[in-house]
């Protein structure tokens, strides 16, 4: 499994902007599927994005497509997720989560298809 951190959380108003990075340890982070998923108190764990590794395309909830964006930087073994127009709902714990090869790659939504994930950074958005 891969060793991942997460970092870039915190408190923001509604309307602001965060972006949460995601470092992984592992040589061959280059060829990792990298997702973000978060969850709220009582809530379950949601998928947010992902960044396939065979030609970094990228897959996002549908509720938040044109808000957040996702990317790689293979050379500094990062993910990021950049946020904007951020909204109270937007509140929960943020998790980095990577996979090599899927499962069922049509399942790549479902946190059961990650095998490595991150501790995991707080995202607070004030009204």
């Known amino acids: 499994q891969v060793q991942l951190e997460e970092s870039g959380g915190g408190l923001v108003q509604a309307g602001g902007s965060l972006r949460l990075s995601c470092a992984g340890s592992e040589r061959t982070f280059r060829k990792l599927h990298m997702a973000w998923f978060r969850q709220a108190p009582g809530k379950a764990r949601e998928f947010v994005a992902v960044?396939?590794?065979?030609?970094?395309?990228?897959y996002y909830a549908d509720s938040l497509k044109g808000r957040f964006t996702i990317s790689r930087d293979n050379a500094e073994n990062t993910v990021y997720l950049q946020m904007n127009d951020l909204k109270p709902e937007d509140t929960a714990l943020y998790y980095c989560a990577a996979q090599e090869y899927y499962r069922n790659s049509r399942d790549y939504q479902k946190p059961s298809e990650y095998d490595s994930w991150g501790q995991g950074t707080q995202v607070t958005v004030s009204s």
């Open positions: 960044i396939d590794w065979t030609d970094s395309s990228t």
